[in-house]
C-alpha cells in the first residue's frame, strides 16, 4: 500500500481538474462549487487563489503563457496574472441544465471537455474536441456525466466515463480527432463507487478515482485491475502526475454530498492528498492553438 499524505487540507467542497505545471514546479487545480482557481507548489508550500465568476470545472495550461477554463456554457482564457477571465466560446447554450466538467489536452496541443447535467437525470452532454477550429467540435453525445477524457501514451486511444452508468469507454482517434469504435473498457459495479477522472501513466495504464469509492484505481490498458491506492475520505475525483520525475500522485476531493455525521469522521474531505509511485505519468501537453478567434463578451 501506498503511503497518502494530505499535503493540503483545504477543505475544497469540490476539488477537481488538477495538473502539473514542470517549469513552475507547481499544481493548478479548481473548486467548481467554490468558484476558485488553486495553485499549489509543494517544493516551498506557497499556496494562490484566485475567485473565478461562476462554477469553474478545469484549468489547463496554454503554451501562450494563460490557462483554459470550462465554465457554465463556456470556455474562458485565465490570466494569472491579473485575475481576469475572458470568454472564448459559448457551448450549450440550448441546455441551461448543463455546466461544463472534466477535460484534458492531447497531444496535438488541441482542447478535449465534456458537460454534464447538473440534475444528473438527462442524457444531455456531451464531449467537444477544440483545436484550429473556430468553435468546438462535438465528439460524442449521450453521456449523462462525462468525465475522465484522457488518451493513451500514443495519443491512438481515447478515453471517456459516463460516471452515472458506470461505464469507462475506449475509443480509436485518427490525427483528425475524429473518434471511432466507441467500445465499453470497464464496467463498473455500483460498489465500486462512481468512476470519475481519469489520468494515464507511462505505461498506458489507466488511473481511475472514485467519487464515493474512497480510492483511486490503477487498470491496464486492456481494462484489468492492477492496483488500488485508498484515501481517507469518500469523494475522490482526479490524479494528476507531479514532482520532477512524474512519480508523485496529487489527488483532488470533495466535501460536496457528504453529511454533517460523514465530515466529522472525514475531517480531510477536500484535502489534496500525495503519494509516491513506480511509473511516472506523461507530461502535460499545453494547448497550442484553442481560441484564436476574437474573444466574445
Known amino acids: 500500500m501506498a503511503s497518502v499524505e494530505c499535503v493540503w487540507p483545504l477543505k475544497a467542497d469540490l476539488g477537481e ?26 517544493g516551498t508550500g506557497h499556496r494562490q487563489i484566485w475567485p473565478a465568476p461562476a462554477k469553474v470545472s478545469f484549468v489547463l495550461p496554454e503554451a501562450r503563457g494563460s490557462l483554459l477554463v470550462g465554465l457554465p456554457g463556456a470556455v474562458a482564457r485565465f490570466h494569472s496574472q491579473t ?48 483545436g484550429a477550429e473556430p468553435a468546438p467540435v462535438l465528439a460524442d453525445s449521450g453521456y449523462c456525466i462525462s468525465n475522465g477524457p484522457a488518451f493513451s501514451p500514443d495519443g491512438r486511444t481515447f478515453y471517456a466515463t459516463d460516471t452515472l452508468d458506470h461505464v469507462l469507454y475506449r475509443f480509436a482517434v485518427g490525427e483528425d480527432g475524429v473518434l471511432k469504435n466507441k467500445t465499453p473498457l470497464i464496467r463498473f459495479k455500483p460498489q465500486d463507487g462512481f468512476p470519475d477522472g481519469t489520468s494515464v501513466d507511462a505505461e498506458g495504464c489507466l488511473w481511475v478515482a472514485f467519487w464515493g469509492g474512497w480510492c483511486v484505481r490503477r487498470f491496464s490498458p486492456d481494462g484489468k485491475k492492477i492496483a488500488e491506492v485508498k484515501l481517507p475520505c469518500a469523494q475522490v475525483t482526479k490524479l494528476a502526475f507531479g514532482g520532477d520525475a512524474l512519480k508523485t500522485a496529487y489527488v483532488t476531493t470533495a466535501r460536496h454530498g457528504l453529511t454533517p455525521e460523514d465530515l466529522a469522521g472525514q475531517p480531510l474531505a477536500g484535502g489534496i492528498f500525495a503519494f509516491e509511485l513506480d511509473v511516472p505519468g506523461l507530461p502535460q501537453p499545453l494547448a497550442e492553438s484553442v481560441g484564436q478567434a476574437t474573444p466574445q463578451d
Open 83 to 130: 485575475g481576469a477571465f475572458e470568454i472564448l466560446t459559448r457551448v450549450e447554450a440550448d441546455v441551461p441544465q448543463n455546466r461544463l466538467n472534466d477535460a484534458c489536452i492531447d497531444r496535438r496541443g488541441r482542447l478535449w471537455f465534456g458537460s454534464m447535467d447538473e440534475d444528473s437525470q438527462r442524457k444531455s452532454a456531451a464531449i467537444y474536441r477544440w
Open 17 to 42: 481538474g488538477p495538473f502539473w505545471s514542470a517549469s513552475e514546479k507547481a499544481l493548478w487545480f479548481v473548486d467548481i462549487f467554490g468558484k476558485q482557481i488553486h495553485r499549489f507548489v509543494p
